[in-house]
T-cell receptor, first 112, second 113 residues
Framework: SQQGEEDPQALSIQEGENATMNCSYKTSINNLQWYRQNSGRGLVHLILIRSNEREKHSGRLRVTLDTSKKSSSLLITASRAADTASYFCATERLNSGYALNFGKGTSLLVTP | GAGVSQTPSNKVTEKGKYVELRCDPI?????LYWYRQSLGQGPEFLIY????????DSGLPNDRFFAVRPEGSVSTLKIQRTERGDSAVYLC???????????FGQGTRLTVV
């Protein structure tokens, strides 16, 4: 079964607006990661936040983690049409190296 | 190589046939992972290799699915007696070791007709 659940399932915004996606998970984690996927193919790692961190930034990305609520959010500021993609949160499978449990993802559409 | 390479990029097969999907990981990466992604879903873990051995195959859905990595580099995912429900994108990822960031290939889109 998949660990994370993202919401919303789909999000449509205009260029320049901010996009916020949320993720909830079920069990204790060491870290949580966010990935991006274009056109249903290869996944690209965006950012990793450790369980002892509350917030992390990378360029236009801001990730928060609330371990008490077992939730995380991904904020993309000043969105661009090129940000159109699906975004997934992922947590590590127990005792399985770097194998991950992914959520169902949020499909983001940024219109010019 | 520069990245994880998966071949073929697309495969159409008839129900009941046998298929092999290949993954060339990044050179030197000891850990290799296979995932399956159905339409509208997130990737679902299938199997994890550390070197030549399958360290975790708990995600394989049934005994029609099998994967090998005989020399600790290239891996092949094998599906016997394919069913229409096997249609999905099969993704491969590799990492330098079991603690490193995983890099994904572009996937193989399998369609069983």
């Amino acid at each position: 079964s998949q660990q994370g659940e993202e919401d919303p399932q789909a999000l449509s915004i205009q260029e320049g607006e901010n996009a916020t996606m949320n993720c909830s998970y079920k069990t204790s984690i060491n870290n949580l990661q966010w990935y991006r996927q274009n056109s249903g193919r290869g996944l690209v790692h965006l950012i990793l936040i450790r369980s002892n961190e509350r917030e992390k930034h990378s360029g236009r990305l801001r990730v928060t983690l609330d371990t008490s609520k077992k939730s995380s959010s991904l904020l993309i500021t000043a969105s661009r049409a090129a940000d159109t993609a699906s975004y997934f949160c992922a947590t590590e499978r127990l005792n399985s190296g770097y194998a991950l449990n992914f959520g169902k993802g949020t499909s983001l559409l940024v219109t010019p | 190589g520069a990245g994880v390479s998966q071949t073929p990029s697309n495969k159409v097969t008839e129900k009941g046939k046998y298929v092999e999907l290949r993954c060339d990981p990044i050179s030197g990466h000891t850990a290799l992972y296979w995932y399956r992604q159905s339409l509208g879903q997130g990737p679902e873990f299938l199997i994890y290799f550390q070197g030549t051995g399958a360290a975790d195959d708990s995600g394989l859905p049934n005994d029609r699915f099998f994967a090998v990595r005989p020399e600790g580099s290239v891996s092949t995912l094998k599906i016997q007696r394919t069913e229409r429900g096997d249609s999905a994108v099969y993704l491969c990822a590799s990492s330098l070791d079991e603690q490193g960031e995983a890099f994904f290939g572009q996937g193989t889109r399998l369609t069983v007709v």
